[in-house]
């Protein structure tokens, strides 16, 4: 079921500097796909201004939360409160993505378990590369 994309806001609990992610460009019941930009000046800028790749997880994992929180929406539900658990394979071909630049932030559901549990394939790419994957898993809290 691919919905109209909503904002970020509408689906995540996150608010101010803390939402990374800057639209929803697809959702639907098998993956999110978001844009990211890295702004000049934010908070996770390390020494040289740019944003270090780890950032990448936490893109990430605002894209599968935006996920859930649209499943919830379009079954009548609250978006519920996630918790990334760990990661598997995270791999990135750089070390830090440069301010100004914006980044599309996949991803797709590969388990979920309506107890709370999921885990999903994770992208982030510029263009037709891909920078960074993981596999994150989380579960959601009621």
């Known amino acids: 079921m691919t919905g109209e994309p909503r904002s970020p806001e509408a689906l995540l609990p996150h608010r101010g500097p803390s939402l ?3 639209r929803i ?3 639907s019941g098998e993956h999110c796909l978001a844009s990211a930009r890295v702004e000049p000046g934010a908070w996770y ?3 040289r201004g740019e944003a270090p790749a780890w950032l990448a997880l936490e ?3 605002q894209a599968a939360s935006a996920f859930s929180g649209n499943r919830h929406l379009q079954a009548g539900r609250a978006p519920r409160i996630g918790f990334l ?3 598997r394979r995270f791999e990135t071909v750089v070390s830090a993505f440069p301010p100004g630049t914006e980044f599309e932030v996949e991803a797709r559901l590969i388990f979920l378990d309506e107890a709370g549990p999921s885990a999903f394939a ?5 263009g037709a590369e ?3 994957r993981a596999t994150l898993k989380a579960v959601e809290v009621p």
Do not use: P, Y
Not at 122 to 126: A, E, G, I, K, P
């Open 85 to 87: 658990l760990g990661t």
């Open 130 to 132: 891909t920078l960074a």
């Open 122 to 126: 994770c992208q982030v790419r510029h």
């Open 20 to 22: 990374l992610l800057g």
């Open 25 to 27: 460009l697809e959702i």
């Open 45 to 47: 800028l390390d020494d």
């Open 59 to 61: 893109w990430m994992a």
